[in-house]
């Protein structure tokens, strides 16, 4: 954060998530495919079919049966159980649940397998739980994590990233001596710190998403969403 602003960072717990979702104060989430991951689909996937693709912090985006309907293989996590419950029943998709005692939590399963979430803090999930992945969507979870925690985030999905992965990032970029966030400002330097030692970064879009209540809420006047595509070297 500049050094000149007196706007104090939020800071928040995942029970604070947690009960962000039961008071249904969820401004972040969409009701339509994001209209970036709609656009550069074909980016991720690379030409292939099938692919493994991973949604952390997934919420109850549509965009997870979006790509299940394509037959791709999704594996989201989390914390929120009523956003996985929400998530099945406004789909009209059946599920399972089974415990996992290696992140405290459940999976939540699709009959056919192609739609997998787990509810657990993010933070106690690994490629041992659910193996690799070859794609990621990463919107309004990097952003909504605590900066503090950004290292930790990125170890994670490091260990995710198969041979070939390809990494899509949506990161939120505006003045932040007005508002601290989240979505906090993701700065083009601050993605190359955290993916740059191992990896390729390349910005594939830039977008003005300055909406009218972003202006209101958060009392800024400008707001860039840019997509950034990142590969193992």
Avoid at 106 to 116: A, I, M, V
Wanted: aromatic share 10%; with cysteine.
């Amino acid at each position: 954060m500049s050094e000149t602003s007196t706007v104090k960072s939020t800071v928040l717990s995942t029970d604070e998530w947690v009960q962000s979702w039961d008071k249904g104060a969820i401004g972040f989430h969409k009701d339509t495919i994001h209209p970036l991951l709609e656009k550069h689909l074909s980016v991720m996937v690379n030409g292939k079919t099938n692919i493994r693709i991973f949604f952390p912090l997934c919420g109850k985006a549509l965009d997870m049966k979006w790509l299940a309907d394509q037959g791709h293989t999704v594996i989201g996590v989390e914390a929120a159980q009523q956003a996985v419950e929400e998530f099945f029943e406004e789909q009209k998709v059946p599920f399972t649940t089974q415990s996992v005692p290696a992140v405290n939590g459940k999976l939540f399963q699709s009959e056919d397998k192609k739609l997998n979430i787990y509810c657990c803090d993010f933070y106690n999930f690994s490629k041992d739980i659910a193996g690799q992945v070859d794609g990621i969507w990463d919107r309004g979870a990097l952003v909504a994590i605590n900066n503090e925690d950004h290292e930790k985030y990125a170890t994670i999905l490091k260990g995710l990233m198969a041979p070939g992965c390809r990494y899509l990032l949506s990161a939120t970029q505006y003045d932040e001596t007005k508002y601290a966030g989240p979505p906090h400002h993701l700065s083009d330097d601050a993605v190359q710190q955290l993916y740059g030692d191992k990896y390729s970064i390349e910005m594939i879009d830039d977008v003005d998403a300055l909406e009218s209540r972003d202006s209101g809420r958060w009392g800024i006047d400008w707001l860039r969403e840019k997509v950034f595509l990142i590969t193992p070297k």
